[in-house]
């Protein structure tokens, strides 16, 4: 994910609270609220504190923390793989509700769509037109002087 608060630089989603509070930039713009470990602006946090609707965290040993939907779940790597792509994970990651939008819009009885080099048949994603004639083979970049 990118420090998308204030820069470009890259930063995994499972350390992105811990980058806001002791690596980022403007680190001295967050607080960490006492009830759900996370990174908050300032000036935001005392009206979060107020308000109590946060999900507590629980220790660091008995689950992992999302920064994005702020849910507790089992901890370990691979729970973090599968909260962040798996079918039940993450309803705030990106990309992963695009990715399920994008297989719910394929037509029933077709699966994952995988285009192999040198098949013919239409490349998933390519933007790019095809020619009113269609592709020749005849066609080449390279021309050879007479």
């Not at 790019?128 to 020749?136: D, N």
């Amino acid at each position: 994910m990118l420090c998308s608060v204030f820069g470009i630089q890259v930063v995994e989603i499972s350390s992105l609270t811990e980058h806001l509070l002791t690596e980022c930039d403007k680190k001295e713009g967050f607080g960490k609220c006492y009830r759900c470990s996370e990174a908050i602006l300032k000036e935001e946090l005392p009206r979060h504190i107020k308000a109590k609707s946060c999900n507590p965290a629980k220790p660091e040993k008995l689950a992992n923390r999302c920064p994005l939907c702020h849910e507790n779940f089992t901890p370990g790597e691979e729970a973090w793989k599968a909260h962040l792509m798996g079918p039940a994970g993450c309803t705030s990651h990106l990309r992963r509700t695009h990715l399920l939008q994008k297989a719910l819009v394929l037509p029933p009885g077709k699966g994952s769509v995988t285009a192999k080099a040198g098949t013919s048949g239409s490349k998933v994603g390519s933007k790019i037109p095809t020619p009113k004639g269609g592709l020749s083979k005849s066609s080449s970049r390279t021309h050879t002087k007479p």
